[in-house]
């Protein structure tokens, strides 16, 4: 186990170190430029010049890296060119938005999406499944712009129960996080009805049905035990994407969060954010693989890493 | 509704409140006449408090609360006295200013020609700042004594007044450590900095000391980073926030049917300006560049895509800046467009027209139009929607012919707009123009005498007008959605949200 950990931690940190190496001759590579972004139109060329040799954007390709490369042992990742404050506070600041987001759409997606997927599967064919399946394509259908702008139309302008939009309290955090939820829990629920449906045709789970077991407990503590399997990777690369951010859902809402940062940050070619935040998404990515795959041997002891 | 009765009681009480608020002092009663909180939705996100380290537009809507620049502009482009009480040019490189006396920063130190000295020379010198570019001219900024200041220029800088409109003024302390004093900047400003969520919004609380004894009005202001306009108009509609700037045409029946919002428009310091590639071989005919100005319906735009809200463009430099005149509207005359184009022998022409992602409003159904239009006269065009960054690298390169833009002239003066896009130096990663006539003009026209500017600038326009190196198709206009709970709002033709002087009921 000691030995298969390592092995993992090894090939993360490859991983991570070829993951920054082609954000950034990327960034480098695709056209635009920095200082002219920050600038305005009428900048005579000469600051612009003058702008990109103090981003260090003058020097050559591998000093550049080499001056990426101290500024994160040095912990800042660098300053930011638009915020002129380093990347990494930059970044930082909107992880509180984005983990709350996360976490809200995560608990919105487990609390409906499993629950609908159980039903589903029990009584399957029944109008509880149908039902189910309705609400499933419609989560996985309606794009994100629309439910969450019919969400803000209807919560918040016509009833004006909630918030229409911005971070604060968490009155705020409903409508981003019904918006956000909306996908995975449709992918979950149907997940969970259609490894649920598997393992009930299961011999082990008739033996228990035989011995006597009531059906609470055999579906909930041995089916569903074992259908969370998939679920918890899907689950695992679900919470690493929103981690990365929601794009549509935080322009929407006006949620300072990472997905807006970074696209801004792409657009006006502030490369330090840009490589500072999938940098950092790699990384959770990368940890939470390693996570669900440690988690596989709790939920299932027959899995063993040697 | 009910009527509250008059009770002994209530009249005791009421009196006594009378009395006592007719015995207050001044500043008290200042204090009473100011109160509640205002809240504005703005489109772009703030990302510095450096004053000098900007042109974003939401960022001065936010800084020029907290910090005061020398001298202000009207919306009727007046230049008007701000910190400084007066100025004059003592010939065409030195400027004198005369400061306000009596004005404090937020943390109690005076406002003295220390502070210009500091600021002008910080800005000159530290050319990462992104206003730098804009005070190269300076030579020397001289302190004759407290409220005295000579700003001497390498050469004439007419303009100089203008762009100070842009320039909040620092304390020489934010000299030691810009970082910290940045982290909690103090201006002399109606308005104190609180706190700032990075990416949601900043609060700010009334300044009581203000030197303007008229503002402000409430005790704090709130302003939101909302970027997307259906939040934004979604926001004010539900009563979250009062005001909203960049509210595009077509949202204005929604806000305009919600009862308690107003819509306030006003013609921008913007005219769009479409410019030619100068280089390639389309753009540097004039006989093309007049038959594709004279086969777009500009009015059919204004009308039918712009819901009206644009006006009719007759000199490149908008009304009411130093400069304008009336050149009267270019005409839409497809006809003669093509017999133009037949006679310069252009029978199959493509143009490429580069346009920078949902940068204006209603740019692609207005390029569509247009690409409609020049189709109807027998020319082809290649819309070509890139990212900004893209585009402008596009531009650099040459590969365009026509390329959508705008220019919005934010110190209220012209000067900064033919430099930049009339001079060879300026233009030449750009358009590529090159008119040794016009460029004569411009330095002509940079001294601060505002008669021969004004002549100066007539005669390049002039030429420009036939010369056709950009396409002027309107000048825009500023649309702004506000509660009807504000008092005293006023639509500014610069973009920025103002609330000096804005009550709140």
């Known amino acids: 186990m000691r030995a298969y950990l390592l092995r993992r931690l090894w090939q993360s940190a490859v991983t991570l170190v070829g993951v920054s190496i082609l954000v950034f001759v990327i960034l480098r590579v695709i056209p635009g430029d920095p200082a002219k972004m920050l600038l305005p139109e009428g900048a005579p060329p000469s600051a612009v010049e003058a702008l990109n040799r103090h ?64 039903v589903a599967a029990v009584r399957q064919r029944s109008a509880w499944d149908y ?30 129960w909630l918030p229409t939009s911005g971070f604060g309290g968490w009155l705020s955090l409903v409508l981003p996080s019904v918006t956000l939820a909306a996908f995975p829990t449709a992918l979950v629920a149907r997940l969970t009805r259609s490894s649920l449906l598997e393992i009930l045709g299961q011999e082990y789970i008739r033996t228990g049905r035989a011995k006597g077991l009531g059906e609470p407990r055999v579906v909930l503590r041995h089916a569903l035990r074992n259908a969370m399997i998939p679920l918890l990777t899907v689950l695992g690369l679900q919470i690493g994407t929103l981690l990365g951010g929601a794009v549509i859902t935080e322009s929407i809402f006006a949620w300072p969060g990472m997905g807006k940062l970074v696209v801004d940050a792409i657009f006006f070619r502030d490369f330090p954010v840009v490589q500072t935040i999938l940098i950092l998404s790699a990384t959770i990515f990368v940890l939470i693989n390693l996570v669900v795959d440690l988690l596989y041997t709790v939920l299932d002891p027959r899995i063993r890493y040697g | 509704m009910t009527t509250p009765r008059l009770t ?74 701000a910190l400084a009480e007066s100025w004059k040019a003592l010939n065409n490189t030195t400027w004198r200013f005369v400061l306000r006396k009596g004005v ?113 009005k409430v005790d704090r202001l709130t302003f939101r980073f909302i970027p997307e306009l259906s939040t934004r108009a979604a926001a004010l509609r539900a009563g979250e926030i009062h005001v909203i700037d960049r509210v595009w045409p077509d949202m204005v029946s929604t ?38 100005s004279l086969a777009i319906d500009r009015n059919t735009i204004i009308k039918e895509l712009l819901l009206g809200y644009a006006r009719p463009v007759v000199s490149p430099v908008p009304p009411g800046l130093i400069g304008h005149t009336n050149l009267g509207q270019k005409p839409y005359d497809p006809d003669r467009a093509r017999a133009i184009l037949k006679q310069a022998g252009h029978q199959s022409l493509t143009l490429d027209f580069v346009l920078m992602k949902d940068l ?31 585009a402008r690298e596009q531009r650099t390169a040459g590969n365009y012919d026509l390329f959508f833009s705008g220019w919005a002239h934010m110190p209220h003066d012209p000067d900064w707009y033919f430099g930049q896009w009339f001079t060879k130096a300026g233009a030449e990663k750009m358009t590529r ?59 500014r033709r610069d973009y920025y949200v103002l609330l000096h002087e804005v009550a709140i009921a």
């Open chain 1, 55 to 118: 981003l260090g954007l003058r020097e050559p390709l591998w000093v550049q890296y080499a001056i990426f490369l101290r500024s994160v042992v040095r912990g800042d990742f660098g300053q930011s060119f638009q915020y002129r404050s380093p990347a990494l506070r930059v970044v930082i600041e909107r992880v509180p938005a984005t983990i709350q987001l996360t976490l809200a759409a995560m608990a919105v997606t487990v609390l409906a999406g499993v629950p609908l997927g159980i």
């Open chain 1, 131 to 160: 039902a189910s399946t309705v609400v499933a394509v419609l989560g996985q259908s309606l794009p994100n712009f629309w439910l969450g702008i019919m969400l803000v139309l209807l919560f918040g302008v016509t009833l004006r």
């Open chain 2, 8 to 81: 002994r009681r209530r009249f005791v009480v009421g009196s006594g409140a009378l009395l006592g608020a007719t015995a207050v002092r001044p500043r008290a009663a200042r204090a009473q006449a100011r109160r509640g909180h205002i809240i504005a939705g703005l489109s772009e996100r703030m990302l510095t408090l450096d004053p000098a380290n900007h042109y974003s537009i939401s960022s001065t809507s936010v800084l020029r609360h907290v910090y005061d620049p020398l001298l202000d502009v009207t919306n009727d482009d007046k230049f008007v006295p």
């Open chain 2, 104 to 216: 404090r920063f937020h943390d109690g130190t005076p406002f003295t020609a220390d502070s210009v000295v500091f600021t002008l020379k910080r800005v000159r010198d530290n050319t990462k700042l992104i206003k730098s570019f804009v005070y190269q001219d300076i030579d020397d900024v001289r302190k004759e004594d407290d409220v005295t200041v000579t700003v001497t220029t390498k050469r004439p800088f007419g303009s100089l007044p203008a762009h100070l409109t842009m320039l909040g003024m620092l304390p020489p302390s934010a000299g030691g450590n810009e970082d910290g004093f940045f982290a909690k900047p103090v201006g002399t400003g109606p308005f104190r900095f609180t706190s700032w969520t990075h990416g949601d919004h900043v609060e700010l609380e009334a300044n009581a000391g203000y030197w303007r004894s008229s503002a402000p």
């Open chain 2, 255 to 292: 806000l305009k049917g919600t009862s308690g919002i107003k819509v306030h428009d006003v013609p921008a310091v913007e005219a769009q300006r479409w410019h030619f590639q100068l280089a390639r071989e389309a753009g540097k005919d004039p006989r093309v560049r007049k038959a594709v």
């Open chain 2, 360 to 390: 204006y409003p209603k740019q692609l159904e207005i390029a569509q139009a247009v690409a409609a239009m020049l189709g109807d006269v027998g020319v082809k065009v290649n819309i070509r929607n890139l990212e900004i960054a893209t």
């Open chain 2, 433 to 491: 123009f090159n008119d040794p006539r016009v460029e004569q003009l411009i330095a002509e026209g940079r001294v601060p005498d505002p008669k021969v500017r004004q002549q100066k600038y007539e005669e390049i326009q002039k030429i420009l007008w036939e010369d056709e190196p950009e396409i002027w198709p309107y000048y825009s206009v500023a649309i702004y959605a506000v509660s009807d709970k504000l008092r005293n709002f006023e639509a």
